[in-house]
């Protein structure tokens, strides 16, 4: 059996984070949906990192709000990392874990488009991977400086794509992981 070389990395999508104020939600949740049923029925690993932001926040461990949503939850076999900074790689144990395995891809999808997917983009291009960001499976809410909208199409189109990662579309993601199945 051979190494898959790309896993889905399912990034806080928390039921704090997962609300209306999201940008295209019923996409986003359609998306991911998607994309975590292709990648389960071939052979694709997925992975979830949640955040903790600690004690007196209602995103963090033993809180409702910390709990992975409902349409997203992980199998029993399925690894999750917890982190309480923006990189799913700083002091997870998700770069070792990855390492260990050979991975060489990783399909990267959740939230915020603008601070923990950014972060994990970047520092997941910085330890080698190549790092597939699929249309619409990644989502943030309005900021002081730009519209979920705006700010969503700033990273996806103009800054990740042909810099820090492939950006593609979900059909052609699905398609792509059928390439990776190990027999």
Not at 18 to 32: E, Q
Not at 108 to 136: R, S
Request: glycine letters at 6%; one cysteine or more; charged letters at 25%.
């Amino acid at each position: 059996m051979e190494v898959n070389e790309v896993v889905l990395l399912v990034v806080d999508t928390q039921i704090l984070l997962v609300n209306n104020g999201l940008y295209d939600l019923k996409g986003f949740i359609k998306n991911i949906k998607d994309l975590i049923s292709a990648a389960r029925d071939r052979s694709v690993e997925v992975i979830y990192v949640i955040h903790d932001d600690g004690a007196g926040s209602d995103l963090t461990q033993g809180k409702k709000g910390f709990e992975i949503y409902e349409d997203f939850k992980p199998s029993e076999k399925e690894q999750v990392f917890v982190k309480n900074v923006n990189s799913s790689f700083r002091q997870t144990g998700l770069l070792e874990y990855l390492k260990n395995k050979n991975e060489k891809e990783i399909i990267v999808v959740g939230l915020q488009t603008d601070k923990c997917i950014d972060a994990t983009i970047k520092c997941g291009f910085e330890h080698g991977f190549n790092m597939i960001v699929p249309a619409k499976a990644n989502s943030t809410i309005d900021n002081e400086y730009l519209s979920a909208k705006d700010s969503y199409k700033y990273y996806n189109e103009f800054m990740w794509n042909g810099r820090y990662a492939e950006c593609v579309t979900v059909d052609s993601m699905i398609k792509k992981m059928k390439s990776h199945i190990s027999i």
